[in-house]
C-alpha cells in the first residue's frame, strides 16, 4: 500500500519473515484463526482475547476489529506494529511490538502466537529475535518488556533464553478465572550480548517517519 509505507516494513531472518499485516495478508491468516490453530493448553492469553470465541466466523471477526482498531491508533503514548509470520511464503503466525510511552521511556512490549502445526521448531524464538531485532537495532528501543502465564513454558523458555530478567509477577483473568502471569524484563545491554548479525530490516524509515519515537 503506497500511500501508509507503515504497511511496507518487513523483518527477515534466515528461517521467517515478519511482513506488516496488509489486509491481504490478515485474509489469508484469518484461515489459521478460524481452524482454531491459535489455540494452546494451557490457554496462553488473558482476557479479553478473541481467540477464545467458539464460533469460527466470530473468532475471525472480533480478531480482524482489534487488529484494525491497534493499526489505526498511533498516539505518543501507545503504538503497534502489528505482523504476519512468514514461513516458506505462508502466513502461519502474528508477531506484534507496542511502544508504551516511547518517545519519553523507550519501552516496548511483545505479543506473539504461532500456528499448532509449526510449534516446537524454534520459529517462536526466531520471531521473538526478529522482533527485538527490530526494536533495538531499528527503533532505538531501552527495553522491552514481555509476561506469560506461569504455566506457559515456551513463552517463559523463550524470554530466558534471549537473556531477559525475571520482573515480578502480576494477576491477570484467563477465560475469566484468576491466573498468575510472569513478568520480564531485557534491557538493551542484555539484548547486545545476544545481538545477531544475520536480521535484517527492511523499509525502516517508514517507522522513523510515521511513529511518535522522539
Request: charged share 25%.
Amino acid at each position: 500500500m503506497k500511500n501508509y509505507p507503515l504497511l511496507e516494513v518487513r523483518v527477515s531472518t534466515p528461517k521467517l519473515e515478519l511482513r506488516a499485516s496488509t489486509d491481504e495478508l490478515l485474509d489469508q491468516l484469518a484461515e489459521v484463526v478460524r481452524a482454531g490453530k491459535t489455540h494452546a493448553e494451557p490457554a496462553p492469553y488473558d482476557d479479553p482475547m478473541s481467540f477464545y470465541e467458539t464460533d469460527p466466523d466470530l473468532r475471525v471477526a472480533k480478531w480482524l476489529r482489534a487488529v484494525w482498531r491497534r493499526r489505526g491508533t498511533v498516539e505518543p503514548g501507545a503504538w503497534r506494529l502489528n505482523f504476519a509470520v512468514m514461513v516458506d511464503g505462508q502466513p502461519v503466525g502474528e508477531q506484534s511490538i507496542t511502544g508504551v510511552d516511547f518517545a519519553t521511556l523507550g519501552t516496548v512490549t511483545t505479543f506473539s502466537w504461532l500456528s499448532v502445526d509449526l510449534r516446537g521448531r524454534g520459529l517462536g524464538r526466531e520471531m521473538r529475535a526478529a522482533i527485538l531485532h527490530l526494536a533495538f537495532d531499528g527503533l532505538g528501543a531501552k527495553e522491552a518488556g514481555s509476561d506469560a502465564f506461569v504455566d506457559n513454558r515456551g513463552s517463559n523458555a523463550i524470554s530466558q533464553g534471549l537473556g531477559y530478567e525475571p520482573n515480578g509477577y502480576e494477576w491477570a483473568t484467563r477465560q475469566g478465572e484468576p491466573a498468575l502471569l510472569n513478568r520480564w524484563r531485557l534491557t538493551r545491554d542484555a539484548w547486545e550480548k545476544h545481538r545477531r548479525d544475520d536480521i535484517e530490516l527492511h523499509n525502516l524509515e517508514a517507522c522513523h517517519a510515521l511513529l511518535p519515537l522522539t
